[in-house]
T-cell receptor
Framework: DAEITQSPRHKITETGRQVTLACHQT?????MFWYRQDLGHGLRLIHYSYGVQDTNKGEVSDGYSVSRSNTEDLPLTLESAASSQTSVYFCASSESRDRTQYFGPGTRLLVL | AQSVSQHNHHVILSEAASLELGCNYSYGGTVNLFWYVQYPGQHLQLLLKYFSGDPLVKGIKGFEAEFIKSKFSFNLRKPSVQWSDTAEYFC???????????FGRGTSLIVHP
């Protein structure tokens, strides 16, 4: 069965460190997204990609970057982790014909 | 910019009670509408969606939603909730031909057995 996986599932890091969260999908979807989920804010879009070599900023992109070198993967990098980036991060993908989002299991990140 | 409002942030019900969760959006053009559910400790998954046609949409687990264009609403309903419906519910709207959804802030539903 097609799926979307994220790793690690839990991460503790220190302020100032670079952190990369992995996202891998086997749906063969063109569109991939990164969200953060915080209490009281719901889901907020960080970055998204419509295909290989395409990346775009979302509403809360400061301090984050992504790269898309193939269809399956969209890693999210926190350049210099800050305590404000403590959150749960969800990766999602969708195909162009059907805008339904398929979500990964999430990564819980704690920045100390 | 598009906004999506979910008016009920926390809802507590007893089993067998009826449920209605509100969702309103601000975009005046063509929209695609979604309800996603997040069970405790799990990822979000699709509950139901509306693209066109019959404005009354039926989803999984007995849920349904009605698109009322004149009210910019897409409310979620279930006639009789179960303890297993305890979850967080998110409304999402794609405006026009956009692939990017705008999510509401979510409604936390607790169902007491």
């Amino acid at each position: 069965d097609a799926e979307i996986t994220q790793s690690p599932r839990h991460k503790i890091t220190e302020t100032g460190r670079q952190v990369t969260l992995a996202c891998h999908q086997t749906w063969n979807h063109n569109n991939m997204f990164w969200y953060r989920q915080d209490l009281g804010h719901g889901l907020r879009l960080i970055h998204y990609s419509y295909g290989v070599q395409d990346t775009n900023k979302g509403e809360v992109s400061d301090g984050y970057s992504v790269s898309r070198s193939n269809t399956e993967d969209l890693p999210l990098t926190l350049e210099s982790a800050a305590s404000s980036q403590t959150s749960v991060y969800f990766c999602a993908s969708s195909e162009s014909r059907d805008r339904t989002q398929y979500f990964g299991p999430g990564t819980r990140l704690l920045v100390l | 910019a598009q906004s999506v409002s979910q008016h009920n942030h926390h809802v507590i019900l007893s089993e067998a009670a009826s449920l209605e969760l509100g969702c309103n959006y601000s975009y005046g053009g063509t929209v695609n509408l979604f309800w996603y559910v997040q069970y405790p400790g799990q990822h979000l998954q699709l509950l139901l969606k509306y693209f066109s046609g019959d404005p009354l949409v039926k989803g999984i687990k007995g849920f349904e939603a009605e698109f009322i264009k004149s009210k910019f609403s897409f409310n979620l309903r279930k006639p009789s909730v179960q303890w297993s419906d305890t979850a967080e519910y998110f409304c999402a709207v794609n405006e026009g031909g956009s692939y990017i959804p705008t999510f509401g802030r979510g409604t936390s539903l607790i169902v007491h057995p």
